[in-house]
């Protein structure tokens, strides 16, 4: 773009990071009012089982217990999403897995909700229940719900399958005909939670028939309107704040406590605040898609893919869902194909509903793809990157998903992987190196920006979503950027849903991208209202001023006729020329940049015990422009990491009994800080041509390589290849053994 | 919930024995307030036992060492005598949870808690260590070895209460390790483990052994076959290897979501292959 940048690419202080590190940020579970009451949820120990006798009476006759509520305390709710979305959140009639919710209450300590909760009389029939992706999608499986099934699933496949997906062009069998070599191959991965460290929380507070709800989540609006539609309640008649967010990774997009909490506060008549344990998070929170995939592709002797198919099959647990589509639609995304085609199957089953983790849908799905492609080279003989650089996509490429690509940055990041010293850095015995490229789609929505001048010049921005990455200080940069003005003259707030107009959640990658945009267009109208008010103090024609670094020149023949004002001399004389100044924009933004990784990894596998070390991590991403480069290099490397521990020991552990095993830190392995190197990060910057700036979303790319990488590195480590994550040392050692 | 601070062991014992419900004792309380805070567990009584004085310290003794009740593991990771003296129990000790649960966990705890995966006690017990009990009819000796009854339970009888642990000499010549193998690198449970404990002669080989093997059994075992094929050798491939098969024969793992029974027979022999270098190092030798 050549584009000179004041502001953008440097590294300030994050305004919030004062408040978290000295703990005085408020969290989801740290605001407590006059008269609070405690909330507990009963929970299901069974996977599937009709609710034959639901007895609360002896619970709701405890001292202390202010109110009990079970599925009989809602309304039935039209919407069908709202609907499962409540059915979740509280059992009707039966339960669908282990951790399920079916009761609450509140009481004015922990400890009584607690004691009532185990008064709480339950008579379970139990039913056949079916945990595993493939299991479930065969006829005579049991059905979590009856009537569900897709249209387009087919005969074959029991009710359980609930989506069905095809994107793609060209004639796959023509080109598998032209392969010098085809390798169809079979994986599995397991499902993976965020593993936020801020356990859900929120506080509901009813006055009369107007609530008000503080939450921990991504999307206060998003909350606003499944609880007010739940509730029976105008969105109108519910104020959500976001609390300081510890943490979402896309597990915050939905509600499971909120719709209860209200609930309890309406029944009660008192504030109720609810807290889950970690135990409840495991249990009943959303984790990713588990999966069961097949990908078939054909190469030429020297690199060229003829033809490409996937087929995948996804868990997403006991409520209908549509995110195998991701899947579909990302696989082979990263490369230029003339026959591609990618299926999906979103499959219903005794689990906890799945809800968003990063890139949902496609981190196991171009596994899959770069794992094959990695055989592929093995069998072949041939470079790894090279094979990817001869195959990428590149601007004017028809993706296998649809769209034709603007600037893309694959072909940049692979370059810059090959010419990195960590590519050809010497490895030692036991160790191998693997790569994989990743992509996401990113996106805009809705967004709402006001920016409001204060008399002292300071500008203050309101905007609707969230802060989980840093994106107070990219707002604030950008606004900064585009009037000319110190960073620290910006101050950028996250309103409540009372405060600001509507905006979509915080993910998809979107929130640098769309408020940005917001904030530059909020931005320009200040600017221009500010000439406006000066040409009129000054008596001249308003296009006889411009606006240069924070302040109003004359120009023209009027040059230097008069000082320039800055913004804090035109803001002081507001009053006195046609009062407040403010900008505001409100809008969907539609031009998100899609964006693309390449990483590189070093392991190092004991033949003795199976155990994998990662050596080494080298992470490149088109980020278009990174605004603040310390956030976007923790974007890098907090997405690697998760990717890391998914590859390695993070999985859902069922028994035959339907029961997760371990709900828990302990047993639910993320990596700790000693399981890792430092992640290095290289930023490309190919600039999207549908934001002022360039900026593409740089959250969710991140995700993706890591568990190609990881598997294509321990495959050429350990000399036997998985095809099954996480690769957890039993697994491997197996695999050596049998190898 | 009744908390008590205890004037006196004695005193602790009587409250213990006169409490019909169940009573639990309280001196770093890493395993019991985790157990109390998920629900798993809720005492009538808690007796605290941490303040009474010798409770926290690590005393000189016949040319060993008596550990008190309440010494955390960052307390022995400190002490540099019982560092040189018995390096293995201290990186077992050392091993139990984070930074933070070191200045509370403790090695009376870790062994009365009856876990088979607990770090500390395959290191005790192939260091011979010898519990004091406290309880109703007066105060006697036992091997930490005999303690472990099974998962979350011993052989302790009501109201007794392990006051303190004692490591004895041991000759110039010898050495102990502990390793286990956990799928991090850190804050987690062992999926297998092996304590070794050498003495050396004069010219280097090997005198005595001893192979205690954790999470690989309902409790700690000792291998004695595993022990045996290390003696008179200097740890030459041949011995490890009939030492690592010897473990795998002596233990009896099952299949859990920590890992299968057969990772474990595999890798429990690896650990203490390895942990047998380390103490054979210790000792004053080199492979």
């Known amino acids: 773009m050549g584009r000179e940048f004041k502001i953008l690419g440097t590294t300030p202080p994050r305004p919030d990071g004062i408040e978290k590190i000295t703990g005085k940020a408020l969290f989801g579970a740290d605001l407590n009012v006059t008269g609070m009451l405690h909330g507990a949820v009963l929970r299901s120990p069974h996977a599937h089982a009709r609710i034959v006798s639901l007895d609360v009476s002896a619970a709701a006759a405890l001292p202390g217990v202010k109110a009990v509520i079970t599925a009989d305390d809602f309304a039935e709710v039209e919407n069908a999403a709202n609907r499962d979305t409540l059915h979740n959140c509280m059992a009707h009639g039966r339960v669908l897995y282990d951790g399920h919710a079916l009761a609450a209450v509140a009481a004015v300590s922990k400890s009584v909700a607690r004691a009532a909760l185990n008064l709480i009389r339950v008579e379970y029939e139990t039913l056949p229940h079916v945990t595993d992706v493939d299991a479930a999608m065969q006829p005579g499986a049991p059905v979590i719900h009856q009537g569900k099934k897709h249209k387009l699933a087919g005969d074959d496949v029991s009710d359980n399958v609930v989506g069905y997906y095809s994107f793609g062009h060209g004639d796959i069998e023509a080109g598998f005909a032209q392969a010098d070599t085809v390798l169809e191959r079979s994986f599995k991965t397991a499902a993976a939670h965020q593993g936020y460290i801020e356990p859900n929380a929120c506080l509901a507070d009813f006055k009369g028939d107007k609530a008000d709800l503080w939450v921990s989540t991504q999307g206060h609006y998003l909350v606003r309107d499944i609880c007010a539609d739940i509730l029976g309640m105008e969105s109108s008649q519910l104020r959500v704040t976001a609390a300081e967010i510890g943490g979402g990774f896309g597990g915050k997009t939905t509600v499971f406590l909120e719709p209860v909490a209200l609930a309890l506060s309406r029944k009660a008549g008192k504030p109720v605040k609810m807290v889950m344990s970690r135990e409840e998070v495991f249990r009943a929170t959303g984790p990713t898609m588990s999966s069961s995939m097949d990908v078939k592709i054909g190469m030429t002797a020297d690199g060229r893919i003829t033809a490409a198919h996937a087929r995948l099959r996804y868990q997403g647990g006991a409520f209908p869902y549509a ?218 024609d308003a296009d006889a001023v411009e606006w240069i670094d924070g302040a109003v020149h004359p120009t023209g023949h009027n040059a230097g006729d008069f000082p320039p004002m800055s913004l804090a001399e035109i803001a002081a004389m507001a009053g006195r020329t046609g009062g407040p100044i403010a900008g505001h924009f409100e809008g969907a933004p539609d031009k998100a940049g899609v964006s693309f990784g390449v990483h590189i990894v070093d392991t190092q596998v004991d033949p003795e015990t199976g155990f994998t070390k990662i050596l080494r991590y080298t992470a490149f991403q088109d980020a278009g422009k990174a605004i603040h480069p310390d956030y976007v290099e923790g974007q890098m490397q907090g997405g690697a990491v998760q990717g890391i521990g998914w590859a390695l020991n993070e999985e859902y552990i069922y028994g035959e009994d339907g029961v997760l095993q371990n709900a828990g830190f302990l047993d639910y392995r993320i990596p700790v800080a000693s399981d890792l190197p430092m992640i290095d990060t290289v930023i490309i910057e190919v600039p999207n041509p549908g934001h002022p700036f360039g900026v593409r979303g740089v959250g969710e790319t991140a995700i993706v390589p890591p568990l190609a990488a990881i598997s294509n590195a321990v495959a050429r480590a350990a000399g036997v290849r998985l095809y099954a994550l996480p690769m957890s040392p039993p697994r491997i050692l197996a695999a050596m053994d049998h190898g | 919930m009744r908390y008590h601070v205890a004037n006196s062991l004695s005193e602790a014992v009587e409250m213990l024995a006169a409490e019909a419900g169940t009573a639990k004792v309280l001196a770093g309380g890493t395993d019991l307030l985790v157990q109390m805070k998920s629900g798993a567990l809720v005492p009538d009584l808690l007796v605290d036992i941490k303040a009474l004085e010798g409770m926290r310290d690590i005393v000189p003794e016949g040319g060993g060492y008596r550990i008190g009740a309440a010494v955390s593991g960052a307390q022995m990771g400190e ?209």
């Not at chain 1, 003989?381 to 998903?401: F, H, I």
């Not at chain 2, 002669?201 to 690989?216: P, R, T």
Request: aromatic share 6%; with cysteine; charged share 20%.
């Open chain 1, 323 to 540: 995110m195998v589509m991701m899947g579909a639609m990302s696989a082979f995304a990263a490369y230029d194909l003339d026959h591609v085609q990618a299926e999906g199957w979103d499959v219903m089953t005794n689990r906890p509903k799945m809800i968003s983790y990063r890139a949902p849908g496609a981190p196991m799905a171009i596994y899959a793809v770069e794992a094959v492609l990695d055989e592929l080279c093995q069998k072949l003989d041939l470079d790894p990157l090279e094979v990817r650089l001869l195959n990428a996509a590149d601007e004017g490429t028809k993706s296998s998903y649809g769209p034709t690509f603007k600037a893309i940055g694959l072909k940049a990041c692979l370059k810059a992987a090959q010419a990195h010293p960590h590519y050809s850095a010497p490895l030692g015995p036991n160790q191998g190196r693997g790569v994989s490229a990743g992509f996401w789609f990113n996106f805009g929505g809705q967004v709402s920006v006001s920016m409001a001048i204060t008399p002292d010049g300071t500008v203050n921005l309101t905007e609707g979503n969230p802060d989980i990455g840093g994106s107070r200080a990219s707002v604030s940069m950008m606004a900064a950027e585009e009037l000319g003005i110190p960073f620290e003259q910006v101050n950028t707030v996250i309103g409540d849903t009372g405060a600001i107009g509507f905006s979509d959640t915080t993910d998809g990658s979107r929130v640098t991208f769309t408020v940005g945009i917001a904030t530059i267009k909020a931005a320009k109208a200040v600017k221009a209202e500010c000439c406006k008010r000066v040409a009129k103090i000054w008596e001249i």
């Open chain 2, 79 to 287: 002490h540099a005598g019982l560092r040189a003296l018995w390096p293995g129990v201290v990186e077992a000790a050392g091993l139990i949870g984070s930074t933070q649960v070191q200045g509370r966990a403790t090695i009376v705890g870790n062994l009365c808690n009856g876990s088979p995966a607990a770090d500390s006690v395959p290191a005790l017990i192939a260091a011979g260590a010898i519990a004091r009990v406290v309880g109703p009819d007066g105060t006697r000796e036992m091997r930490v070895a005999d303690i472990p009854a099974g998962p979350g339970r011993t052989t302790l009888e009501k109201a007794d209460i392990v006051d303190s642990v004692f490591l004895p000499a041991r000759p110039a010549r010898a050495g102990d390790a502990y390793l286990r193998f956990i799928p991090r690198t850190e804050m987690d449970i062992a999926v297998a483990s092996a304590a070794v404990n050498l003495t050396l002669d004069a010219e280097g080989a090997v005198e005595s052994a001893l192979v205690v093997l954790g999470a690989v059994a309902p409790t700690a075992i000792m291998a004695y076959d595993a022990g045996t094929a290390l003696v008179g050798s200097r740890l030459e491939p041949s011995a490890l290897e009939q030492c690592a098969a010897a473990c795998s024969a002596a233990c009896n793992p099952i299949d859990d979501k920590r890992g299968t029974a057969a990772f474990r027979r595999q890798v429990v022999g690896v650990m203490a292959k390895r942990a047998a270098r380390i103490a054979f190092e210790r000792a004053g030798e080199s492979l």
